[in-house]
């Protein structure tokens, strides 16, 4: 018996990779839908940059697909890293999850509408308040132990 294709899902985020919005579109997606999920960490300007998010919110992320997720880390212009990105990874969609836009600097730059252009479907995750903290994703790591964090 053949499995079923599975949908490619490129998400795009730093500060907001463990946000709760976003968080619940993981977990919306993989319920609905086989689906593979990566990580872009755009927006940084070394690997160390990145590894709180890849520390922290990665597991996070992997409880909501219900499977692994794949991190990759872009380079300092997040267009550029989300352009490379759809350019080698044979991708079906895009959720691109940023700041609130009084503090986006991606919003600021427009990077909704410029990763629209590359030809692929794009939802747009903006959480209320600023996302999350480490310490806030770090108690969220610690509520799975206890059951609780993203059940339901």
Excluded: H
Excluded at 33 to 53: G, H, M, N, Y
Excluded at 123 to 148: C, H, Q, W
């Amino acid at each position: 018996m053949e499995s079923p294709e599975r949908r490619r899902i490129l998400v795009v985020a730093n500060r907001t990779a463990a946000a709760p919005r976003l968080l619940s579109e993981v977990k919306r997606r993989s319920k609905e839908e086989p689906c593979t999920f990566t990580l872009l960490i755009p927006d940084v300007q070394s690997r160390k940059a990145a590894d709180w998010t890849i520390e922290t919110a990665l597991p996070l992320l992997r409880r909501a697909a219900r499977g692994p997720v794949d991190a990759i880390v872009g380079g300092e212009d997040p267009v550029r890293s989300v352009r490379d990105a759809v350019g080698t990874g044979g991708y079906d969609e895009i959720i691109v999850s940023t700041l609130p836009r009084s503090v986006s600097k991606w919003l600021r730059r427009d990077l909704i509408s410029q990763t629209k252009r590359l030809g692929l479907p794009v939802t747009a995750i903006v959480p209320r308040g600023a996302g999350v903290s480490n310490k806030e994703a770090a108690r969220m790591l610690g509520d799975f132990g206890s059951g609780a964090g993203l059940a339901g």
